[in-house]
């Protein structure tokens, strides 16, 4: 497990990096003839027509996902002091690395003080920063500086369980890996109490000891 501490110096508006330009489809579904071709393959065959432009037109909606979107933040002038943990996201991203798909399960938790947060917005944010090409350690980081960004404080916690393909299907093909990584910060990072409590009602989404 990777376990980070953000720094209270954070700088959380820079959490959200800008994306490349958009892809042009037509140029793509060329390179991806001309790597058939390459690969032994013959792209005008019955089963591979059209497959160019049907793999430029995924790349151009992955690397396309819709903004992270700005949270909605609703008053509950009574409330602090609660841990409030949101799980059941699961978000496809690709490994940078080789290219490959990574599929990560990912709970987020933070502690209100007068105003909660919209709940869709967690899983707006997740595909957000799934769709480009990634690292589980940055996506983890990413979301977490996101959410300390919407609630203005550090006091969040970020939890990702990863099943990486790279690693699956390549190389050492181990299909039961996993790869875990944990972003905690404020009281969090400082409050043994509530860190075990944001660990242990992660464990028990991801049906893990």
Known sequence: ??????????????????????????RVADLITQLLVELGEDPTREGLLGTPERVAAWWSDFLSPDGAATATCFTESKLSGQLVAVGGMSVWSLCEHHMLPMHLQVTAGYVPDGEVVGLSKFGRAAQHFAGRLQVQERFTRQFAEHLAGVIGREDVAVAVRGLHLCMSMRGVRMEEARTTTLQAGGRFGTDPVLSQQFLTVTAGLWGTP
């Open 1 to 26: 497990m990777t376990i980070s501490v953000v720094s209270p110096a954070a700088d959380v508006t820079a959490a959200v990096p800008e994306l490349a330009a958009a892809i042009d489809p037509g």
